[in-house]
């Protein structure tokens, strides 16, 4: 049964990976040109990735990915549960937790751009 886990962790953790990337190559078109380098644009995604300024679609793509990061941890702990190793079971239901806690508060920033987009929307 832990294999399971472990197939479904691994898959969401290349979901998550491949729309991180999507995300990431839509930002550094946007960013200023100092910062489109690869080594400065990654770490520059996090920062600009909810802006008011990024649209939305790629605001949304960031938060889905920070949601299947979330899900992956979580399948691995319980996967890690399943095979009887609780010491990294407990470490990944921890990583479970930053990750979560992450892409709520990410979620709600988006939120909170997407609603500002329609009321701007609205006032024209």
Known sequence: MHIA??????????VSAIRTYSVQRAIVETLPPQF???????????????????PL????????SEGLACGACLSISAGLFAADHAVFGSLALIA??????????????????R??????????
Request: proline share 2%; charged share 25%.
């Open 5 to 14: 886990f472990f197939v479904l962790g691994g898959f969401l953790l290349f």
């Open 115 to 124: 609603e500002r987009a329609q009321r701007a929307s609205e006032d024209i």
């Open 57 to 64: 679609d790629v605001q949304a793509d960031y938060v889905r």
């Open 96 to 113: 479970f937790a930053w990750t979560g806690y992450g892409a709520l508060a990410d979620w709600k920033t988006y939120k909170s751009n």
């Open 36 to 54: 489109q380098e690869y080594e400065k644009a990654r770490y520059a995604v996090s920062v600009y990735a909810l802006e008011p300024t990024t």
